[in-house]
């Protein structure tokens, strides 16, 4: 069974950073690259990072330079770090394989005020 469960979300002031964590189900953790998504209100989910199972990292240029994501393989967990945050990072934030799988956690609010 597929299980995502992530954590972390919160309000942060402009130029703040937090830290999103997820737990992933062995069973796709294992196999699969995984990445952060988040979806803003109104918006289509976009992926915002990705690592590889060897450890190589994928950002949009819209993130680059201030997310961070790494993963812990003996705890299957994937972690999202975010510095220099902005209002246009206001979004839920969700973990997935990339590509995704139809499973989803629940996610986790991030809220950046100007």
């Known amino acids: 069974q597929v299980q995502l469960e992530e954590s972390g979300g919160g309000l942060v002031q402009a130029g703040g950073s937090l830290r999103l964590s997820c737990v992933a189900s062995?069973?796709?953790?294992?196999?699969?690259?995984m990445g952060w998504y988040r979806q803003a209100l109104g918006k289509q989910r976009e992926l915002v990072a990705t690592v590889a199972k060897g450890g190589n990292t994928i950002y949009p240029d819209s993130v680059k330079g201030r997310f961070t994501i790494s993963r812990d393989n003996a705890k299957n967990t994937v972690s999202l770090q975010m510095n220099s945050l902005r209002p246009e990072d206001t979004a839920v934030y969700y973990c997935?394989?990339?590509?995704?799988?139809?499973?989803w956690g629940q996610g986790t609010q991030v809220t950046v005020s100007s």
């Open positions: 997935n394989a990339v590509p995704p799988t139809n499973s």
């Open positions: 062995e069973i796709i953790y294992r196999i699969h690259a």
